[in-house]
Each structure stands twice: as C-alpha cells, then as structure tokens.
C-alpha cells in the first residue's frame, strides 16, 4: 500500500446474468482526495458503489482501506470502519443546504446493545437536527 492511498480498488469483477456490470475495475483513492464517478446510465457507477460499502459481493478482485482488506466485512463492520454510502432521495433533510446535508452522516451517534438473544446489534441514531440550527 502506497502511505497516501486510502482507498485501492484492485481488478474488481461482478456480472449479473451473464452481463458484466463492472469488469476489472481499478483505482486508487489518496487520503484527502475527492474523486468521482462518472459515466453514462448503466456502466456500472452505482454497482462499484454498492461493491465498495458491502451490499454487493464480487465475482472478484479486492478493497483494500488503510491497507486493510475490507471484502469479508459485513456494511455494517465497513461502515464502522468509515465506508458508507447514501441513497438518492430528493425529500431527504428538505430546507438545508449542501453543506447541511452533506455534514449531516458525521453527527450520527452508533450505539451497540445486547438483545434478548444475547445478540449484540449496532445501529447509528440520528440525532435532533434541529438542535444545530
């Protein structure tokens, strides 16, 4: 691992019936960087997302964060480790700003608690908004 690269996506495969949503994609992500991903509707944006916070399993290839390989990682253990992913929804947060809205996911409080089974769960509790304005 190169000490700046935060993030490095290494020949990353996943097909879906035979088509190939995303074929050996790779790149790196340097620490501080903001890099974006752009392309046309269906080549495979959204997919490498969804590959890179847990919700989608590769045919192949490997996440490495801070050096760590992340593909074993359940989203939530990833996520605990500061990958994480939002869904586009137009009403969310509705009256604030961009800034608001992107600081918002660092003000999130993750509390662990057992349950009845004796199962330990995790869940990120969003606070009071309005406190802040």
């Known amino acids: 691992m190169n000490e700046k690269n935060l993030l490095e996506i290494r020949n990353l495969d996943i097909s879906f019936g035979g088509v190939h949503a995303v074929n050996h994609l790779s ?14 509707n269906g080549s495979g944006k959204s997919t490498c997302v969804n590959i890179i916070s847990g919700l989608y399993k590769p045919d192949g290839g490997e996440i490495l964060f801070q050096g760590e390989n992340v593909l074993k990682l359940t989203p939530m253990d990833r996520a605990f480790k ?3 992913r939002t869904f586009q929804s137009p009403k969310a947060f509705e009256g604030l700003n961009v800034l608001d809205r992107s600081t918002r996911h660092r003000c999130c409080t993750i509390s662990t608690k057992a349950t009845h089974s004796g199962r330990r ?5 969003l606070p009071d908004w309005n406190r802040w304005r």
């Open 82 to 84: 500061g990958i994480g």
């Open 121 to 125: 769960t995790r869940s990120c509790l």
């Open 27 to 40: 790149f790196d992500v340097v620490e501080g960087e903001c890099l974006g991903l752009i392309g046309p």
